[in-house]
């Protein structure tokens, strides 16, 4: 006769489950039998959220609710958003504070970020770009912007002198407030837009214009989600870079805002990725 010792009835039933697949070994110690499944538990990875331009880490609120209320833990990192290169840096710095392995998931330019960031990083095992940018060496976010027609975005910024440190003279973007739902949050309710407009944080011209010189999706495997409404990057754009990194894709009706507008949509590819890659 087998003694099963089980703690949870989960496990009890998984195990039953697993017997009866034949997929449960059987070990004697110490003259008793002892069943053992197959399985371990999951531990799940933690999620690394990179937020892009005109935005903070605060547009990822409701995607964060939906990952902590899953298990995941969570790290909103702070996109400086003052160039390509340094953005990187500062980011590859926040994956090395990471301990095991990283599902990296990024918003527009924050996906530029990402590709370069996470190159050559073995914790990171998904990469999940959300209405995104995924450059290729030699190209820059502002290029694939303008490579297909329908985005509306360029008419509606604002741009603004500043002296950028470590680089001197530059120029910082905002969207203009009274444009901003159009072309960024259209499906996003207007009380939140607006607030969203005037906490906004500028980009500089340069970092949209800096050319991408590492591409992780090449080596990491990649998520896609296209925003089929968005008025920043047009849907095209995304088609195109989700098919050359070979991504898994998935199409929805939103706006550029769809961290705000659809976060359960957005967490659960998210989740998808990380169940794909780190189970």
Do not use: C
């Amino acid at each position: 006769m087998i003694n099963i010792h089980l703690s949870r009835t989960s496990r009890r039933v998984a195990l039953w489950s697993a017997m009866a697949a034949g997929v449960t070994t059987v070990a004697v110690v110490a003259g008793s039998a002892q069943a053992v499944t197959a399985h371990r538990p999951w531990t799940k990875p933690t999620v690394v959220l990179v937020h892009g331009a005109f935005a903070d880490s605060s547009s990822w609120n409701g995607v964060v609710k939906e990952l902590l209320r899953d298990g995941y833990p969570v790290v909103a990192a702070a996109n400086p958003l003052r160039g390509l290169h340094s953005d990187a840096a500062y980011v590859r710095s926040v994956l090395d504070s990471v301990r095991g392995p990283i599902v990296l998931a990024g918003h527009s330019y924050g996906g530029s970020v990402m590709s370069e960031a996470a190159d050559g990083d073995k914790d990171v095992k998904a990469l999940v770009y959300i209405a995104s940018f995924a450059p290729d060496r030699g190209e820059s976010t502002s290029a694939l912007a303008a490579r297909f027609p329908g985005g509306q975005l360029g008419e509606a910024l604002d741009q603004v002198p500043v002296n950028v440190p470590g680089a001197g003279a530059g120029t910082d973007l905002y969207i203009k407030q009274d444009q901003f739902r159009r072309v960024f949050a259209a499906d996003v309710p207007r009380q939140e837009s607006a607030l969203m407009a005037a906490t906004q944080r500028p980009i500089t011209s340069a970092a949209l214009d800096e050319t991408a010189t590492r591409t992780a999706w090449k080596s990491i495997r990649s998520w896609f989600l296209i925003t089929r409404q968005d008025l920043a990057i047009p849907a095209e754009s995304m088609r195109f870079m989700a098919k050359r990194a070979k991504s898994r894709v998935v199409e929805i009706d939103a706006s550029h805002a769809v961290t705000v507008s659809e976060p359960e949509q957005v967490a659960d590819l998210i989740d998808e990725a990380a169940r794909a890659t780190t189970r």
